[in-house]
T-cell receptor, first 117, second 111 residues
């Protein structure tokens, strides 16, 4: 299957700083990328959907100014957690689809563990 | 609102037995469903999918059943192995592209 890679795998940052997480599709062009957040023992919660070259669409309750998403190319999307606080500590996961058609399998990255201290 | 949920949060089975993980969904307009496996500290791994024009699909050791009448999905794992221990999520595609996840079931396989 297609490969989606996230970097870094884990990061520890100080409260008040910003952290950038990268999501790359390695062997296909990702027309749409998705960002999820997962707290311990919970499910994946969709944060936003991004299409290459356009602004991301955020889910209700997700602050777009806090979670900045950039999808500047067909192989890279970034999520920046701005002014991070301990409550932002979570597992962040991206996924990507390589087709403009609906109802197709999305490929997931391995996740990024963010710890804010 | 829309939701995809699970009846059982944990399931413990004996190695070699069959496992059945259930899922209920609420959006009757959803037409594509996926089962994912997630191991600790990793991203979800695709297992099998099914479209709404089908009621059963089989893969290697796995079968997904879809009952649209009662909006229910199930994942059957044959001859469960220790390597199958993980959290399993059902998910639905809603709005065409977005994949919404259910609550998850943790599967324990006893040797």
């Amino acid at each position: 299957g297609a490969v989606v890679s996230q970097h870094p795998s884990w990061v520890i940052c100080k409260s008040g700083t910003s952290v950038k997480i990268e999501c790359r599709s390695l062997d296909f062009q990702a027309t749409t990328m998705f960002w999820y957040r997962q707290f311990p023992k919970q499910s994946l919660m969709l944060m936003a959907t991004s299409n290459e070259g356009s602004k991301a669409t955020y889910e209700q309750g997700v602050e777009k100014d806090k979670f900045l998403i950039n999808h500047a190319s067909l192989t890279l999307s970034t999520l920046t957690v701005t002014s991070a606080h301990p409550e932002d500590s979570s597992f962040y996961i991206c996924s990507a689809t390589g087709t403009a058609n609906a109802n197709t399998e999305a490929f997931f990255g391995q996740g990024t563990r963010l710890t804010v201290v | 609102g829309e939701s995809v949920g699970l009846h059982l949060p944990t399931l413990s089975v004996q190695e070699g037995d069959n496992s059945i993980i259930n899922c209920a969904y609420s959006n009757s307009a959803s037409d594509y469903f996926i089962w994912y496996k997630q191991e600790s500290g990793k991203g979800p791994q695709f297992i099998i999918d099914i479209r709404s024009n089908m009621d059963k699909r089989q893969g290697q050791r796995v079968t997904v059943l879809l009952n649209k009448t009662v909006k229910h999905l199930s994942l059957q794992i044959a001859a469960t192995q220790p390597g199958d221990s993980a959290v399993y999520f059902c998910a639905e595609n809603t709005g065409g592209f977005k994949t919404i996840f259910g609550a998850g079931t943790r599967l324990f396989v006893k040797a």
